[in-house]
């Protein structure tokens, strides 16, 4: 492993320069000139405009939609840091795709993260912060280590300021099964009750919501998810703790919003009242719709970059 670079840079590729640059504000320093761009062909092209011999680079890019073309800028820029001396380079992914596909569920199946972990390693990054991977054991796929923050502390803060003393009386929602553990967590630091949607999966980015685990009736509720991708079990989830469970109202919260095809549109017309993002991947999808509210993971991340930097614990961020 080698050790921190004389000193800090900070770069970006396309994904979400913004996120780049608030997170450089809060650290005080200037985002590394570079241009990131594509050839007539659709190939990708990366000029770094500025020493970075012997520093310790932070390369900001979250794999999301275009999310090959977002890859490929990604180890691109990793290899240019490299093959210009740098230091160390670190690979900030605040979205990390390919997460969904962390294991074979039928035959044939490819561990596409496993794969992209490979390449990562490969491009030649020395280290990976990202956050709130959708399956928390693909750090083990990586052979450098891993940093995953969790986006728990910026809702824990959001909602109690929000709620208040109101939180007491407030039921977390698992949207399903696999989501029960983080929304534990966050149920236990609001001091929230829990309850789980119980559902039956029909085919991909469907499914038939069957019953509510818990009791929300006439609760204020929060659905507690790591992503949002075309929303539908969002929705359903939402429309389930209504109609079957009997909750009064409906909040949601998630970490990544992915927003594919439909999603908007069913939110827009969801019983949920608010759903609250965090800004790991860009909210362009999210403009004009008044329900969709974002809150930033920039603070979170300087502070992470700084104290990897300086090389003294990141656990603290945990908490």
């Known amino acids: 492993m080698i050790s921190r670079g004389k000193d800090i840079k900070v770069f970006s590729g396309n994904a979400n320069r913004k996120l780049a640059s608030d997170i450089c504000k809060y650290m005080g320093i200037t985002l590394g000139e570079s241009e990131v761009g594509h050839f007539a062909d659709g190939e990708v092209f990366a000029s770094i405009y500025e020493t970075v011999r012997g520093s310790d680079i932070f390369l900001i890019q979250s794999t999301c939609s275009p999310v090959n073309d977002n890859l490929m800028e990604l180890l691109i820029m990793i290899d240019a840091m490299k093959r210009a001396s740098a230091g160390r380079v670190t690979a900030v992914i605040p979205y990390f795709g390919y ?9 044939r199946d490819p561990i596409s993260a496993k794969l992209v972990a490979n390449m990562l390693t490969a491009a030649g990054a020395d280290r990976v912060l990202t956050m709130d991977l959708h399956a928390a054991q693909i750090q083990g796929f990586f052979d450098i280590p891993v940093d995953n923050l969790l986006g728990n502390p910026i809702f824990v ?5 929000k709620f208040g003393e109101r939180c007491e009386d407030m039921v977390v929602v698992s949207p399903d099964v696999g989501s029960v553990a983080r929304a534990r967590a966050f149920a236990q630091k609001l001091h929230m009750n829990l309850a789980i949607v119980d559902k039956r999966r029909q085919k991909a980015n469907q499914c038939e919501v ?13 659905l507690f998810d ?4 075309t929303a539908g079990s969002l929705c359903n989830a939402a429309k389930a703790i209504v109609e079957v469970g009997g909750a009064k109202t409906v909040y949601a919260c998630a970490s990544h ?7 908007m549109e069913r939110i827009s017309n969801s019983v949920i009242r608010e759903l609250a993002l965090l800004d790991t991947i860009p909210s362009d999808r999210a403009q004009g719709v008044e329900k969709v509210k974002y809150l930033t993971v920039a603070p979170m991340f300087a502070e992470a970059i700084e104290r990897i930097y300086q090389e003294i614990s990141v656990s603290k961020l945990f908490m």
């Open 157 to 161: 803060d959001y909602y109690a300021k």
């Open 210 to 222: 069957m019953n509510v685990i818990g009791d929300v009736g006439g609760k204020d509720c929060i």
């Open 99 to 107: 997460a969904r596909q962390d294991r074979k569920a039928k035959a």
């Open 226 to 229: 790591d992503m949002v991708d």
């Open 257 to 263: 919003g992915v927003l594919s095809g439909p999603a």
